[in-house]
């Protein structure tokens, strides 16, 4: 059965920081890009960051640019997403995906994780 696992969500005051990860089980993980996104009660889900299979490019959606880093981890099977300097805007429910190809489009990820919740105070 092939997984996407998140962990590392929870409550922060804002200017606070939190480290995601997201562990991926019975696939090659290696060959894949992976992304997270995040969707916030009433609103889309929406693209947050994504690396590169080898880990060598990374994109990032512009409201969170400078603040959060994305990073994998090949032999772990796992991917991270470091947030600093956290807004209260940040609060939604991150989710992390898997993709076939090099893209930052929703539509293109074809296996997602259950989502962890990132509440931001003000």
């Known amino acids: 059965q092939v997984q996407l696992v998140e962990s590392g969500g929870g409550l922060v005051q804002a200017g606070g920081s939190l480290r995601l990860s997201c562990a991926a089980s019975?696939?090659?993980?290696?060959?894949?890009?992976m992304g997270w996104f995040r969707q916030a009660p009433g609103k889309e889900r929406e693209f947050v960051a994504a690396?590169?299979?080898?880990?060598?490019?990374?994109d990032y959606a512009n409201s969170v640019r400078g603040r959060f880093t994305i990073s994998r981890d090949n032999a772990k099977n796992t991917v991270y997403l470091q947030m600093n300097s956290l807004k209260p805007e940040d609060t939604a429910v991150y989710y992390c995906a898997l993709a076939g190809l090099w893209t930052s489009r929703l539509h293109d990820y074809d296996l997602w994780g259950q989502g962890t919740q990132v509440t931001v105070s003000s």
């Open positions: 690396i590169s299979a080898s880990g060598g490019n990374s």
């Open positions: 019975g696939r090659t993980f290696s060959i894949y890009t």
